[in-house]
Structures are given as structure tokens and as C-alpha cells.
């Protein structure tokens, strides 16, 4: 790439990243990320991928994993509204992917940490 087109993809890949920050909750089409970046989906993804170092579907589970840990940490909400509220419709697969990120359930977080 050129600096110029460098430049470019940086702000567009720091407005969709913000974007996916702001829209954890809810769920996050791939073409309203392609929307927010202005960019067709192959340049996409792979742009993607060279600044976070995963796809956007990962980038975003990973995302709210982290902050359901953090509500584990900090609320007494209950796991499966933790799991709402960070996006996920099933609370089953919350606590799939929590335990294949963190190696342990979420209960089992809130009970050690």
C-alpha cells in the first residue's frame, strides 16, 4: 500500500473498530463493518486481520469476553444476564465460548477470582 492509501485504511479501520466497540450488545452484521470501513470484503478482511491479528467475528467475541469478565468482576448480575448484555442471544454459548477463552466457566471465574 501506498502511505496515502496507509492513511486512509488506518482512520477507516479506527472508525469500524470504534464502531464494533460502541455496538458490543447488539449484533454486528459483516456488511455494516464493510459500510463503516468503506472497503469491499476481501480488502476488508484482509486489512482487518493485519491490525488486529484475527477476523472480525473472533476480534468481537473476544471483545465481549472481556467485558463479561469484567461484569463477573464488578456485578452481581447473573450469567445469563451478563452474557445478554454483552451480546450474546444464548447463554449456553456464552458459556462455551468463556470457557474455550478463559478455561473455566463463568461461574467458575466468579467462585476464584
Not at 82 to 106: L, M, N, T, V, W
Request: hydrophobic share 30%; glycine share 4%; charged share 25%.
Amino acid at each position: 500500500l501506498h502511505e496515502k492509501e496507509t492513511a486512509s485504511y488506518s482512520v477507516r479501520m479506527r472508525r469500524t473498530l470504534e464502531y464494533i466497540h460502541e455496538n458490543l450488545s447488539r449484533e454486528i452484521p459483516l456488511e455494516q463493518l464493510l459500510g463503516q470501513a468503506g472497503l469491499q470484503k476481501s480488502s476488508f478482511l484482509q486489512y482487518f486481520r493485519q491490525v488486529t491479528g484475527t477476523t472480525p467475528t473472533q476480534y468481537i467475541i473476544r471483545q465481549r469476553l472481556e467485558n463479561a469478565r469484567e461484569l463477573l468482576d464488578n456485578s452481581a448480575l447473573s450469567v445469563a444476564q451478563i452474557a445478554e448484555q454483552c451480546g450474546f442471544s444464548d447463554p449456553f454459548y456464552f458459556s462455551r465460548c468463556f470457557r474455550k477463552h478463559f478455561a473455566c466457566s463463568p461461574r467458575e471465574y466468579r467462585v476464584n477470582r
